[in-house]
């Protein structure tokens, strides 16, 4: 069976102005989207993941596809720890 994650370019809920077409904030910039993607794709048994919403970010989001390369455990450790150091917030906090 195989696994679709959603959100894997989320940086969270909107602050302020709405930039792009898509209800949550998604990270715009090569950097974080190739990280979130390593990381969600990294989960097994995740397969896949939708492109968002909005068309100006696919290019980036499908480039880092085609760059995918398979985090380890002390990668994704660290992938954890990037968003809670850059201003990322959970789309649905506790």
Known sequence: MGVTAIKAISRGRWVGPKKYNTWYMPSDNMKDIQLGVNFTLSQSPVGTFPTP?????????????????????????????????NGFSPLYPE
Do not use: S, T
């Open 53 to 85: 919403c909005d068309h100006r970010l696919w290019e980036m989001v499908l480039e880092a596809g085609e760059n995918f390369q398979p985090i380890d455990v002390e990668e994704q450790k660290e992938a954890i720890q990037y968003p809670k150091e």
